[in-house]
């Protein structure tokens, strides 16, 4: 197992556009002012996230790293867990601990308000919660974060979901380091009233 300080940056594995209601402006042209007919075709179909079903989880490798992703189109699988804060629809992602140090997973710097839940286990129907969080610093906040001591060699699952099947571009953020004091341990963290009462509300 590798244990380099090298950080792991991936990019979104869907699109983020077109946006629904948004009007786009296509501009068609000849080269060195060439002119003719022209067969312009355009499609747009749905596709979920490639890592959607827990088996297809995004492999995370190094002990840190910066991850965006998005969760638009995840879909809303009955077989996924469900906690006070995740909502079954979300893509999976798949880190392995390299050290027996202190984890850090966060959502600093997305553009929704988020979800987050890490689990162990390899079926979706019999996952051990680690822990789960909706706001992590204040109602106004609306990020997440699970802090946790891992096993080395353990994998460990990281559901990415949106409160509210709201949905955007996550900012998933893993760090394990002695400095990655964990604020919490299994069970799952609760979420505090504000977060509860929200959740309520869209129930």
């Known amino acids: 197992m590798t244990t380099s300080p090298t950080p792991q940056t991936c990019k979104a594995r869907s699109a983020s556009w077109p946006s629904s209601g948004t009007v786009y402006k296509i501009a068609v042209d000849g080269f060195a002012l060439a002119s003719g007919t022209v067969t312009l075709n355009w499609n747009q179909s749905v596709s979920t996230p490639p890592n ?6 995004q492999v995370l490798v190094a002990i840190r790293g910066l991850c965006r992703v998005t969760n638009t189109l995840a879909t809303k699988n009955p077989a996924n867990p469900i906690t006070p804060e995740t909502r079954r629809a979300f893509p999976w992602y798949s880190w392995t601990a390299n050290l027996q140090q202190p984890g850090d997973v966060r959502h600093d710097g997305s553009s929704f308000d988020t979800l987050l839940a890490v689990y162990t286990g390899n079926a979706v129907n019999s996952l051990t919660p680690v822990g789960s969080n909706e706001t992590f610093a204040n109602p106004s ?4 974060r699970v802090t946790f001591v891992p096993s080395s060699g353990t994998v460990y699952k990281i559901a990415v979901d949106g409160f509210a099947l709201a949905s955007g571009t996550v900012a998933l953020n893993w760090n394990q380091s002695a400095s990655a004091r964990p604020t919490t341990l299994s069970p799952p963290l609760k979420p505090s009233p504000a977060a509860r009462d929200r959740i309520r509300k869209t129930r």
């Open 141 to 144: 906040n609306l990020q997440s």
């Open 52 to 57: 959607d079903a827990f088996a297809n989880a």
